[in-house]
C-alpha cells in the first residue's frame, strides 16, 4: 500500500515539532526553566492586553490552572515574570515580562539552530510556507475545537474605524501594538 501525502506531511511536521522541543528543553535547561516556561514567556511577549491573564494563559497552553500557577511562581521568582492587579478589576491579575525576562527570552527564542536552518530557505518561500503551515493549524484547530488565539487584526471582531482600530467585541479602541498581538478571544475572520 503507498503512503499518503498527508501523512507524509505529518510524519515531517512531526518530527520538526520533535526537533524543535528538544531544541528548546535544552536551552531551557540551561537556565533551570521546563520548555512550558519559555513557552509562557514567548506568550507573554505576544499576547495583547485582553490576553495577559493566567486564565488566558491556561486556554493557550492547554494546561492546567494548577501547572499554570506552578509555574509562573517559578518564573516570578527568577524575576521573569510580574504579577500585577488590573486598574479597573482589583480581582483580576495582569502577568507581565520584566526586562530580565526579555533577554532570556531573546536569548531562548527561536533555538538559533532553527534560525540557521530556516535561513537555508529564500526569504518569499519561507513567507509562503509560513503562511502554509499557518493554514493547516487554522484548520486543525477548527476540527479539533480548538481555539484559535491569532493576531487581533486578523479576527473577525477587529475593525478599522475612521479614529483607528477597535474591537467589536469589547467596544474598545486598539492600539497598534495591541492589534499586532495575539488575542484569547481571536475568532478568524470569514475567508
Sequence with gaps: MGRSGEDDLFEGLERLGG???ALVRDAAARHGLQPV???ILHYLMRCNRYSDTPGALVRYLGSTKGT???SLILLERKGL???LPD???RRRVRLRLTARGRRLLAQLWPPRAWVEAAGTLPGQRRRVLAEEVRGLLRALQRASGGRSFGVCRTCRHHERTAEGARCALTGERL???DAGRICA???AAAA
Design 19 to 21: 526537533l524543535l522541543r
Design 37 to 39: 516556561h519559555v513557552e
Design 68 to 70: 499554570v500557577s506552578q
Design 81 to 83: 515574570v510580574r504579577r
Design 87 to 89: 486598574a479597573s478589576d
Design 175 to 177: 492600539s497598534a501594538a
Design 185 to 187: 478571544d481571536h475568532e
